[in-house]
């Protein structure tokens, strides 16, 4: 099942970065009215900090409203929590549109640094490990004594199929490389439009407290 879940990983992740190189249809961040924010607000290590510690308090008592904001959904500004939302965001300082050009920004920054071939090739090696973990799990079956005959004849098909996924797999990783890697450049120089790379740095910096506060909510929208 393993090499299942890192294939399919690898298919959103490639369908998501493809998305960003052509520009998709995803945009930043709305305002309280739907309209697009603009992320040219500098981002410093007192304001990273903020954000996150108002993110995490909104994701704690207002998770619904806030997904619709980071969707970027103008419903977000009908529905009931939005007020305890705007509330919250400027007790700690912050206006609201000043939070959402923020979490535009920090969540394309966060989103775009997260492709390059290194991953690539981790997700592809993930995958040659798992599919090597079920060849190595069905062998063991075959060769032990105590598993019928008739079984075995089974194991030996799933054996065969099992080689050939692999073969497949890295088939599939090796023709789609050379397509990944022009991408990945597109996306890349698309982050050096939008932040600087002292900016950049700052969120990769907090990428464990970022990955923390997006888990189990969608993240912000990024820029298109």
Do not use: W
Request: charged share 30%; hydrophobic share 35%; with cysteine.
């Amino acid at each position: 099942m393993k090499n299942i879940i890192y294939l399919l990983v690898f298919a959103s992740c490639f369908a998501c970065d493809a998305d960003m190189a052509d520009g998709g249809d995803r945009a930043s961040v709305g305002d309280q009215n739907g309209g697009e924010v603009s992320t040219s607000g500098s981002l410093n290590e007192q304001s990273l900090n903020s954000y996150i510690k108002v993110f995490n308090q909104l994701k704690s008592e207002v998770s619904d409203v806030l997904e619709l904001v980071n969707e970027n959904e103008p419903s977000a500004a009908q529905h009931s929590d939005f007020s305890r939302l705007q509330s919250i965001i400027q007790d700690n300082g912050m206006s609201y549109d000043g939070f959402v050009s923020m979490s535009s920004k920090i969540g394309t920054i966060y989103s775009i640094s997260e492709a390059n071939m290194e991953t690539y090739q981790e997700i592809s090696d993930m995958n040659d490990g798992a599919m090597d973990e079920m060849i190595s799990s069905i062998q063991e079956m075959i060769d032990d004594p105590d598993v019928p005959e008739a079984q075995k004849g089974e194991l030996r098909k799933s054996l065969q199929e099992a080689k050939s996924g692999k073969a497949q797999l890295g088939n599939m990783f090796e023709q789609n490389k050379e397509k990944a890697e022009k991408m990945y450049k597109k996306i890349r120089k698309k982050l050096g439009k939008i932040a600087t790379e002292s900016e950049v740095r700052l969120v990769n910096q907090h990428e464990k407290e970022l990955e923390a506060a997006y888990d189990g909510i969608s993240r912000p929208r990024i820029e298109g």
